[in-house]
């Protein structure tokens, strides 16, 4: 199992009594009538037995409709005989119809039986151990890392008390349960077993072979998820000249690990760099693999990523549109791809400000992710998260509110405390406070989410960034202004230099920064009038409030011109000029608050995994 490239990490799963997440009549109450039907459809008839009784559910595979509908039973006993009867592994995981992998219920279900029907072997024997190593696979589908890492635990010293500590069976079993440990925010320790693999594989076979290149791209991802981008780029750009030499440019590894480079790239607030990549990326596995093959769909995603975090909203939704269309086309709306784009295009959406469509994927994606995956699953609760945002814009606190408490809830659950999906969601929390006018609920949660987000993705990170604004937003609510004013102005001069001064995130700090400044100069002024001093100290009062009106100004012509006058940035900045305007922008003048981004966690970048 070679690692995904992920911004978000996922869910380890819990043992014991799960939280829930509100049932979806709770959030859907008072929502706006949606064309989409979120019901989850099943076939009422097993295509192996042909009985519509019991429950049947989807292979997950490409055969879509009736054509993937089987009891899970039946699929067990069809995959049992044929591997018996074709001495083949592959039925348990493949389907004979299609070729293509399963997903879902099928692939964990399948995995379990397997797994216990080998569990009479000794725990060494090779059959049992790949059995085991599959059903790890299907956890971490799953999001269920903890029974995941139990069972790698046990695989890895099966492994060395059979082969010794060097045999490559036993650094595969290393590499895998370092990256279940990445995965659950464990980076210390993931970095660490890593790095013993590599020195490993480098004494026996040496620094560029594919053995080594592989372990060493998946550390990169690793050190990139650890907050050592600069490190991990440096890597990545070796393991990728070595791939280029020795397999090609155009090889599917030399590829994964371009792409894993451009994600490193962005994360370093190199956009241009990473898009050439990703673009090159894409149109070489259009070239060999073609267009609708699931890595080239991959490649078109994490392009419209790019985009999307350059605040090229427009762009990135038709790339989206278009990769959603090929997955339903290709692999069915019930796939984990493709609830991967749905999401994608949903949370975009949101960023764009169309909100009513946005609430309908995002809730589609989320209803299915739920009845394929469970709650626990990481992509429904990035889903369930990015649904609570638009609730959010659209005036629903309450919805948001139980929404994005439940899925805290669930993820502290789940992940370790100091993991970057814990500090998004509370930020998500503190912002939809913020919202309601709770600035004192607010601020010391934003506080510990900057500060989180901070020690793992440095100080320019764009999230770092943008939930810096939202806590100075907060802190200028509880007449801190000082302290609102210096925070939003370093916040502000970072995001000019790693987006640009007419990103949506800069815009919206400069809107945000004008109020503050505003404020502060009121707050002044109310000091000078008490200490009756009329001189320098009104003066400087003036200039600052001058300062904020002008900023304020520019940021909402700026918004108006390049988003249009009803997207929710622009009204927003309109409410905030026209509090100041009107003279009720004083030291207590209240305001609309933040941007759908402070909060919010970039929906997941996909990435292309090897097979086992």
Request: with cysteine.
């Amino acid at each position: 199992r070679s690692m995904a490239s992920t911004e978000e990490g996922e869910l380890a799963g819990a043992s014991g009594q799960m939280p829930s997440l509100p049932p979806l009549a709770s959030v859907h109450s008072s929502a706006p009538t949606s064309a989409v039907d979120i019901t989850p459809s099943h076939s009422h008839q097993c295509t192996i037995c042909l009985d519509d009784e019991g429950t049947v559910v989807q292979k997950g595979c490409c055969c879509r409709g009736d054509a993937g509908a089987v009891h899970i039973a039946c699929l067990i006993e069809l995959a049992a005989h044929a591997a018996v009867a074709n001495s083949d592994r592959r039925p348990w995981r493949v389907c004979s119809i299609c070729k293509t992998g399963y997903t879902g219920e099928a692939q964990l279900e399948l995995a379990r039986a397997r797994k216990t029907a080998s569990d009479s072997l000794p725990l060494t024997h090779p059959e049992r151990l790949h059995a085991m190593s599959c059903l790890c696979n299907a956890l971490h589908a799953y999001g269920q890392y903890r029974e995941a890492e139990a069972i790698e635990v046990q695989v890895l010293e099966a492994h060395r008390k059979a082969h010794g500590p060097e045999h490559p069976s036993t650094l595969v079993a290393c590499n895998n349960l370092a990256i279940t440990y990445m995965s659950q925010g464990k980076y210390a320790e993931a970095v660490a077993m890593q790095r013993e693999v590599i020195q490993v594989y480098t004494s026996l076979y040496g620094p560029t072979h594919q053995n080594t290149l592989e372990v060493s791209n998946d550390l990169g991802s690793t050190l990139r998820a650890q907050g050592k981008p600069a490190e991990a780029a440096e890597l990545q750009r070796e393991v990728l000249a070595a791939r280029r030499e020795s397999l090609g440019p155009e090889h599917p590894d030399t590829l994964i690990t371009a792409g894993n480079l451009a994600h490193t790239l962005n994360t370093l607030g190199r956009y241009a760099e990473a898009a050439e990549l990703d673009r090159f990326v894409l149109a070489s596995r259009t070239r060999v693999l073609g267009p609708d093959h699931p890595h080239t769909l991959v490649a078109a995603g994490n392009l419209a990523g790019r985009y999307k975090v350059q605040g090229e909203y427009p762009e990135a939704i038709q790339m989206e549109r278009q990769v959603l269309a090929a997955r339903m086309r290709v692999l069915g709306e019930r796939h984990a791809d493709t609830l991967i784009a749905m999401g994608n295009l949903g949370f975009t959406l949101t960023l764009q400000g169309e909100y009513v469509e946005s609430e309908q994927l995002l809730r589609k994606a989320w209803v299915l992710d739920t009845d394929v995956f469970g709650p626990a699953n990481p992509d429904t609760l990035i889903d369930a998260g990015h649904l609570s945002v638009a609730m959010r814009e659209q005036g629903r606190f309450e919805e948001a509110t139980a929404l994005a408490e439940a899925t805290l809830e669930l993820a502290r659950g789940v992940f370790a405390p100091e993991h970057r999906f814990i500090h998004l969601a509370v930020a998500r929390v503190a912002t939809t406070a913020l919202f309601q006018g709770k600035a004192a609920v607010a601020e010391p949660m934003l506080r510990s989410a900057v500060e989180g987000l901070r020690a793992i993705s440095g100080d320019n990170d764009t999230k770092v960034l943008q939930t810096s604004v939202t806590h100075g937003s907060a802190l200028s609510d509880l007449r801190r202004n000082d302290e609102a004013v210096a925070l939003l102005r370093d916040a502000l001069t970072r995001q000019t230099q790693v987006l640009n001064a007419q990103h949506p995130s800069a815009l919206r700090t400069s809107s945000v920064l004008g109020l503050a400044l505003w404020r502060q100069g009121a707050q002044l002024a109310e000091l000078q009038d008490l200490a009756s001093d009329g001189g320098g100290g009104a003066s400087a009062a003036e200039s600052l409030k001058e300062e904020g009106l002008a900023m304020l100004t520019n940021a909402h012509a700026t918004q108006r011109r390049l988003f249009g006058p009803d997207h929710a940035q622009t009204r927003r900045s309109a409410n905030r000029l026209a509090t100041v305007v009107a003279g009720g922008g004083g030291a207590d003048g209240a305001t609309e608050h933040t941007s759908i981004a402070a909060g919010s966690d970039t929906p997941v970048s996909e990435g292309t995994t090897a097979t086992e």
